[in-house]
């Protein structure tokens, strides 16, 4: 098995310009275009193309051969589906329980303020491209760093059951925020497992965007319910016990499902 780039170290390295570029990016953006949907785009976008540029030239290949890009599944979409609604409930509790027992009131208020901000659109050009950024742009272009870049790389060097724990910790840093932690912890698991079984990233790719577009009809209160939707003032709901329960059983027989009809192992533990 010939080692893939990169290895842990470049790993840390990658996120560490992934993050700095990110910021770069959307000062740039930020100065010469002034539009938050440009700002968004262009931040989700510029970074990952600059590692997904750097390991193809590092492994003297191409971005397709890195990315193991694969199909999505037929078989499989259902179960994706269902795991995927039903992890936005668990994960919503999750941080709510976060937020009211860890995080000190007035920080997540502060936050709370930060975070309408940026995703108050005033032009419609900037919430389509903003929308367009985080359920579809975004979640291909990390699906490609993460999973197609980074667990492959990690996983040639030190085998597949250490790179879905170790790219999925690099996964939840990279969000900065530390109220998304736990979502981002639990998704890179769940996608970095399926990796490690033979799907490829279009799958997870699926999943990433489903979620991401469910959070976001939560955000814009699309569709309402206590402890999915953000509350002004900083105050924190719970999601009903029985919705979690249920959600958890759900999850539960979905994801049993996506292993039980994985095609196989990883391309990265075969190359």
């Known amino acids: 098995m010939t ?32 539009s938050k949907g440009v700002i968004i785009l262009t931040s989700v976008v510029v970074p990952p193309l600059l590692i997904l540029g750097i ?29 995927t609604v039903s992890l936005a409930f668990i994960i919503s509790e999750v941080e709510n329980i976060a937020i009211r027992y860890l ?37 291909f272009m990390e699906e490609a760093v993460f999973r197609g870049v980074i667990f492959r790389g990690i996983s040639s060097h030190r085998g597949a059951s250490y790179a879905v724990v170790a790219s999925s910790v690099l996964f939840m840093v990279v969000h900065v925020n530390p109220l998304q932690f736990p979502g981002a912890l639990i998704l890179g698991l769940i996608y970095s497992t399926m990796i490690s079984r033979g799907y490829g990233i279009a799958d997870t790719i699926t999943a990433h965007s489903l979620h991401n577009a469910i959070s976001l009809l939560f955000l ?25 329960a249920v959600g958890a059983i759900v999850f539960a027989a979905a994801f049993s499902l996506i292993i039980r009809w994985a095609p196989g192992q990883q391309m990265a533990t075969d190359a």
């Open 220 to 244: 814009f209160e699309v569709v309402k319910l206590p402890g999915m939707n953000l509350v002004p003032g900083g105050t924190v709901d719970h999601v009903s016990i029985w919705i979690v």
């Open 55 to 83: 390991a193809a030239h590092m492994n003297r290949t191409t971005l397709k051969e890195i990315l193991g890009w694969g199909r999505v599944r037929t078989r499989t979409i259902i179960p994706v589906i269902l795991m």
């Open 103 to 139: 995080i000190p009131a007035d920080l997540y208020q502060s936050y709370l303020k930060q975070f309408m901000d940026i995703f108050f659109f005033e032009q419609p050009a900037d919430l389509v491209l903003g929308l367009a950024s985080i359920a579809l742009v975004g979640p």
């Open 3 to 34: 080692p893939h780039y990169p290895d842990l170290k470049n790993s840390v390295i990658i996120c560490v310009i992934f993050l700095v570029f990110q910021i770069y990016i959307s000062l740039f953006a930020a100065a010469v275009a002034g």
